[in-house]
């Protein structure tokens, strides 16, 4: 579209798009009577005074930009290979100010991150060498807790457990003179018990007079079972009966109920 009015300076030089706008008119006044060598001068100082000022600014930039930016922003970059006109334009003066800390600071940082990264890897291996002593520790206690409770297990129902497995050989000796064997009834106030009609016993209480023994373990226990199992008591009057039940109550105790 053609902009009204734009004719009116078509083949005749329009004196305003020559001017500065801030020139006086004493100024154009006085330019008009300059000689023309006087002119190339004047213009001459005017641009190196305008390329002087475009530098200044362009330096302050840059050093703006090198020292307030983040510096992982600045790290892709190298010192040998800088990508701004800026610092190519002040290579080749003798205005030129390479940033000597630049260089210095870098290394600073990445010796900083070296030892940080040093310093979380000495914590980690440190944490684990310390849950794993801790681990040893706990497990330690656990067994010399267990050791404790065996010796007062022992102490306090051994001569159960001992009558309990001299019974047992009586039984398989002579089943009509001598009775099934059956652990004491200590009572049990349990909620979750396994009760044996025929024994008169829970799964509890087999357990305490088991613990008599003073190795009650878990493997000790599939052992004893093994004694109980009904076909060893097969011709032995109401043995099998009685031995299925003590070997669901061995069952139980395996299973950790
Ligand atoms: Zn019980």
Known sequence: MKVPGSHRFKGAKAPEAYAETSISPEERQRRANLTDK????????????????????????????????????????????????????????????????????????????AAQQANAKAERDGEKRESHAAYQARLASQWARYQEQQMRDHKK????????????????????????PKPPSYGCHRKDCMYAEQLEICHHE????????????????????????????????????????MFKLFQRLIEGA
Do not use: M
């Not at 000022?53 to 290979?81: F, G, N, V």
């Not at 990508?83 to 010796?111: C, H, I, L, V, Y």
């Not at 009586?170 to 009775?179: L, T």
């Open 157 to 180: 129902y051994g001569v159960d457990y001992a009558t309990f497995h001299d019974e047992l050989k009586a039984f398989h000796a002579d089943h009509i003179a001598n009775p099934f």
């Open 38 to 113: 006087d002119k190339t001068e004047e213009a001459r100082a005017a641009r190196k005074a305008a390329a002087k000022k475009r530098a200044e600014t362009w330096w302050t930039a840059d050093a703006i930009s090198d020292s307030d930016l983040e510096p992982e922003l600045l790290e892709p970059k190298t010192e040998e290979a800088p990508t701004g006109a800026s610092r190519k334009f002040f290579r080749d003066t003798s205005e030129s100010k390479p940033d000597p800390n630049q260089a210095r600071k870098r290394a600073k940082r990445a010796t900083k991150r």
């Open 206 to 245: 087999l357990e305490l007079c088991l613990r008599g023994s003073g190795r009650y373990t878990v493997e000790w226990l599939k052992k004893e079972r093994a004694l109980w199992h009904p076909d060893k008591f097969a011709t032995k009057g109401d043995g099998p009966l009685l031995a299925n039940e």
